[in-house]
């Protein structure tokens, strides 16, 4: 056969559609992992390879959209990866037998990669690595990259691709309505980040044939390269329990025709789309006069492209200067020891007894109330109160926010929002599993983690949206982050820590502190960093609330010599004096290492906060 980029020169090319709509079709459950029927039913996925080919397909696709390592995982099939991709080629090639190219299919890992997730780019390439190593074993023609949310991870399963051989690579995103990518960025923006590492680039799934041609003709505008198509069959309808796709072949055949007169090279289908819908587009392209197809050619050195990823268009509005952001980061940068009391949600709505207590703080000349963000029992929302606080309470705040119960977007508008409202100070925490509290089986999200999190709070004080798209005027964020001077690991605390720093933290609060070498031995470690770092003091109450924090709360150290003190204390009330006796001792202890305290009032008692405070001024 001609060489696949050499045919797609020569003429548009036909892709088949979707895979899983006709497995689904032929009685394979949703809930099976459609990649191992390679291993265990290949007729039946030979059956639908052959339906495109006959159709008219020129390119098939492998069965392995899912067929990497972290999807395959949740199925307990990861130590078949090897098989199941090598199959999955061996398959399109018994099925196109000469008459299709076969182009080994690789989706997204299903996890999010930095700058906004856990994984690294370099793990999320050894990932995309090992699949692409089984396909071109198995034997493909192609790459197919598609249904890419996240440009940085299709960048990395590209390079993954290059590092293994030189096949030609087709690299789609998947994009909204609007033609933006489901994280933000615009064709604008991903086309030309991904037009120097990709044969093809393209677009896919999602939406209908309509919007793909408005983002189609986007792309031509700015692009010479070779462009590809593959819409859904419409919107899907939920109707009576299935997710059925109702555009038909003929429609979306008129697309076809539409896509090609933008330089569309490659034309498809995508979820919903049957060997019918390719019938009528290797129709379409047939008749299609061949002198008005585009041909793929160097455009002047004029043509306009939009900036990297990253990159604002236009002019970028300046960042706010730290020391300008809020009262506590004014107090921060002149290096006065700032003040911090927690006061934890009220359950319920009302809040008077706390807004009192926050005005009450503001006399004693605390800086700032910290707001927790936590999720035991009916309580009011962090951000919430913090705006209550700060109407009310005439205090600045500092708002816990919690990657826990939230995707990357709700949290970019949760943000916004708070903004808005005056809040400035952030304190970005990943948040505990919900397997605690008062509703064990509430479930999390977790989509990225605090380091993530803080990359998009940076971000937004940059002028720039998730997607890489200016938001108009930046934002003025403080932005803290936490460290555990006690972590079990601490290699791995002090990693994540730089990791924080990296991504634009600019304070700390370490988690609360009892034993002095403990945290001294932790801020030799970190000292280098020079961040502003914040003492976590936490006044006992009583030997309950000492041993309670020694043997259940992970990564506290709290002495034997601080637990017997508790015990000797006499009733209550001396409980209560000699807890704050300790915090206070231990942040007098290292006050010439850090930049304030932030104190519990447990209890919802400020006095013990307040006491604290008052020895360490």
């Known amino acids: 056969m001609t060489p696949f980029l050499d045919a797609l020169d020569e003429r548009v090319l036909v892709c088949d559609g979707a895979m899983g709509t006709m497995l689904y079709a032929k009685g394979v459950f949703i809930n099976r992992c459609f990649d191992a029927l390679n291993l265990t039913d290949g007729d039946r996925v030979v059956e639908v ?30 130590d078949s990866l090897q098989d199941i991709n090598a199959e999955g080629a061996r398959l399109a090639r018994r099925a196109a ?86 994280d933000g960025a615009p064709p604008e923006q991903f086309v030309p980040a991904l037009e120097p590492h990709a044969d ?33 069959a419409g919107r899907p309808r939920d109707i009576e329990g299935r997710n059925i796709y109702l555009s038909s072949p003929e429609y979306i055949a008129s697309y076809a025709r539409r896509f090609m007169t933008h330089g569309v090279r490659l034309v498809g289908g995508c979820c919903g789309t049957t060997p019918e819908h390719i019938r009528q587009i290797a129709i379409a392209v047939k008749a299609f006069a061949p002198e008005m197809t585009r041909a793929v050619s160097e455009r002047s050195s004029t043509t306009p492209h939009a900036p990297a990823v990253g990159v604002a268009r236009g002019e ?15 107090a921060i940068a002149d290096r006065r020891f700032a003040t911090i009391v927690e006061l934890t949600p009220p359950k319920g709505y009302v809040s008077d007894a706390l807004l009192e207590c926050a005005m009450r703080l503001k006399t004693h000349g605390v800086d700032a109330v910290h707001i927790p963000d936590g999720h035991r029992g009916a309580r009011m929302s962090a ?15 500092v ?4 990657c826990r119960d939230r995707n990357l977007l709700g949290m970019q508008s949760d943000l916004l929002g708070a903004h808005a409202m005056g809040i400035r100070n952030v304190m970005i925490v990943t948040g505990d599993e919900s397997h605690v509290g008062d509703y064990p ?80 031995r932790f801020f030799k470690r970190i000292e280098s960093r020079k961040l502003p770092l914040i003492i976590g003091l936490w006044p006992f109450e009583s030997v309950l609330n000492a041993e309670f924090m020694a043997n259940e709360v992970p990564g506290v150290r709290v002495p034997d010599s601080v637990i017997e003190r508790m015990r000797r204390a006499s009733g209550p009330d001396a409980a209560r004096a000699e807890g704050v006796a300790i915090a206070r001792e231990m942040g007098a202890a290292v006050r010439s290492l850090v930049q304030g305290a932030h104190v519990a009032a447990p209890s919802g008692r400020i006095e013990s906060a307040v006491e604290v405070l008052t020895g360490l001024r």
Not at 143 to 172: G, H, W
Not at 202 to 230: F, H, K
């Open 49 to 78: 390879h052959d339906a495109y080919v006959r159709a008219g397909a020129d390119v098939i696709e492998t069965n392995t959209f899912g067929a990497n390592r972290i999807k395959l995982r949740g199925f307990g099939l990861a």
């Open 97 to 182: 037998n000469g008459r299709a190219y076969v182009a080994g299919a690789i989706g997204p890992l299903g996890l999010r990669i930095e700058p906004f997730g856990r994984m690294g780019r370099d793990e999320a390439e050894a990932y995309f690595r090992e699949q692409a190593e089984a396909l071109v074993a198995g034997g493909v023609d192609l790459f197919m990259m598609e249904t890419f949310r996240d440009v940085n991870e299709l960048l990395a399963a590209i390079a993954a691709v290059r590092s293994v051989c030189a096949l030609p690579v087709v690299a789609q995103m998947t994009i909204e309505e609007d033609g933006n990518s489901f």
């Open 200 to 232: 093809v680039v393209g677009v896919n799934c999602s939406v209908g044939p309509a919007s793909m041609l408005e983002t189609i003709e986007r792309m031509s505008e700015i692009s010479s390269a070779r462009l590809s198509a593959q819409p859904n």
């Open 316 to 330: 970028v509005a300046a960042t706010v200067p730290r020391a300008e952001r809020s009262l506590l980061a004014r």
């Open 383 to 397: 951000l919430s109160l913090a705006m209550l606080v700060q109407q009310q309470g005439s205090i600045e705040t």
């Open 399 to 402: 708002l816990q926010y919690s």
């Open 441 to 520: 089986d509430a479930t999390a999200v977790f989509d990225v983690d605090s380091i993530g999190l803080t990359n998009l709070v940076s971000r937004l004080n940059q002028n720039l949206d998730i997607g890489g798209q200016p938001i108009g005027v930046p934002t003025a964020f403080h932005i803290g982050v936490k460290v555990n001077p006690g972590a079990e690991d601490l290699d791995a605390e002090i990693r994540r820590f730089d990791y924080k720093v990296e991504a634009g933290a600019e304070f700390a609060v370490t988690t609360p502190v009892f034993d002095r070498e403990t945290f001294e």
